[in-house]
């Protein structure tokens, strides 16, 4: 099965032998999970908040990507955002500091946001600050430390916990492409 969410948000994870967690990705309203999966999801799913998905069989799938081509294309423009996303991802975890990829990983959702039509300087948290800690392969204490000294410089404005608004993009940015220090 593919699953499309239609409300809310899920955490997808893997659970390593000695019990600790990576999580591997965010999903949102609109996106596909278990796109690029073989006959097994390899991955756990938690959902972050009350949240409605689609079940579609892939033989369904396959057979509305027939009749309709153009679906076939927006699941080619869904995979190739994943797979860019996780090499950005990649790339975010194993070279850039803890300050750089907290930075990345907001303007990571702005870039979303963006790309659905919504405020791209209005973030959302649905998921804690231990679940954006396993994403980046960061504590949770440097996750909220980094916030702070981001709050601190008036880059971001933290309005609730789970409600961020950036103020300042371009210091932000040059922040991820370690140009500049908070």
Do not use: W
């Given at each position: 099965?593919?699953?499309?969410?239609?409300?809310?948000?899920?955490?997808?994870?893997?659970?390593?032998?000695?019990?600790?967690?990576?999580?591997?990705?965010?999903?949102?309203?609109?996106?596909?999970?278990?796109?690029?999966?073989?006959?097994?999801?390899?991955?756990?799913?938690?959902?972050?908040?009350?949240?409605?998905?689609?079940?579609?069989?892939?033989?369904?799938?396959?057979?509305?990507?027939?009749?309709?081509?153009?679906?076939?294309?927006?699941?080619?423009?869904?995979?190739?955002?994943?797979?860019?996303?996780?090499?950005?991802?990649?790339?975010?975890?194993?070279?850039?500091?803890?300050?750089?990829?907290?930075?990345?990983?907001?303007?990571?959702?702005?870039?979303?946001?963006?790309?659905?039509?919504?405020?791209?300087?209005?973030?959302?948290?649905?998921?804690?600050?231990?679940?954006i800690a396993d994403f980046l392969g960061l504590t949770i204490e440097t996750v909220s430390r980094t916030l702070t000294k981001f709050k601190a410089a008036k880059i971001i404005a933290l309005e609730q916990c789970t409600l961020l608004r950036l103020i300042d993009t371009i210091k932000?940015?040059?922040?991820?492409?370690?140009?500049?220090?908070?």
């Amino acid at each position: 099965h593919v699953y499309r969410i239609e409300s809310g948000a899920v955490c997808l994870y893997k659970i390593m032998p000695d019990g600790r967690r990576q999580v591997l990705d965010f999903a949102f309203a609109g996106d596909f999970i278990g796109l690029g999966s073989q006959t097994e999801h390899v991955l756990n799913a938690q959902t972050l908040e009350p949240t409605r998905l689609k079940c579609l069989p892939v033989a369904t799938l396959a057979r509305m990507v027939d009749r309709e081509p153009r679906l076939g294309i927006k699941l080619y423009e869904a995979i190739s955002r994943e797979l860019a996303a996780t090499q950005d991802h990649l790339f975010t975890v194993g070279q850039r500091s803890a300050v750089e990829r907290v930075a990345c990983f907001l303007l990571a959702l702005s870039a979303r946001n963006e790309r659905q039509g919504q405020d791209a300087l209005t973030l959302v948290l649905p998921m804690t600050r231990s679940d954006i800690a396993d994403f980046l392969g960061l504590t949770i204490e440097t996750v909220s430390r980094t916030l702070t000294k981001f709050k601190a410089a008036k880059i971001i404005a933290l309005e609730q916990c789970t409600l961020l608004r950036l103020i300042d993009t371009i210091k932000l940015e040059r922040i991820a492409r370690g140009e500049a220090s908070v």
